[in-house]
């Protein structure tokens, strides 16, 4: 085989390109994702233990690197807040992951079908299919 058929076709090459782009941005959506449901979680947790305080209990929440005293009913509020944030959250990101999913099966199926198309027909395809 010489070096001239071992090239990758401009078409081609721009298809594998978008695969990897997509690829990369279905891995952002996981990491994100799966931050936000350990942030819900630890969310969760915290507000079950609160839920077991008395309203007399001095509670405190975190403010950077210190601690500020605050009441159970205000931590309830803004972690119950905090908590319907990421559910919105994490349900945007699994739409956005479903949709770049499919959106790499596609991308797949269109690299499956370029790379049999010259070879079904003998041959070399020089126009960028749409």
């Not at 942030?39 to 209990?57: F, G, M, N, P, S």
């Not at 991308?107 to 079904?120: N, Y």
């Amino acid at each position: 085989m010489s070096a001239g058929e071992q090239q990758i076709p401009p078409w081609l090459q721009e298809q594998v390109g978008r695969l990897q782009q997509l690829q990369q941005n279905l891995q952002s959506i996981i990491m994100q994702k799966q931050h936000l449901e350990s942030e819900h979680l630890e969310t969760e947790r915290a507000l079950e233990l609160l839920q077991k305080a008395t309203d007399d209990d001095v509670v405190y929440k975190t403010a950077g690197s210190i601690l500020v005293k605050s009441t159970k009913n205000a931590l309830v509020l803004e972690l119950q807040e905090k908590k319907e944030l990421a559910n919105t959250r994490i349900t945007v990101l699994t739409k956005q992951e479903a949709r770049v999913k499919e959106n790499l099966k596609e991308a797949e199926t269109k690299i499956r079908e370029m790379l049999k198309g010259p070879s079904q027909s003998g041959q070399i395809k020089t126009d960028t299919p749409k």
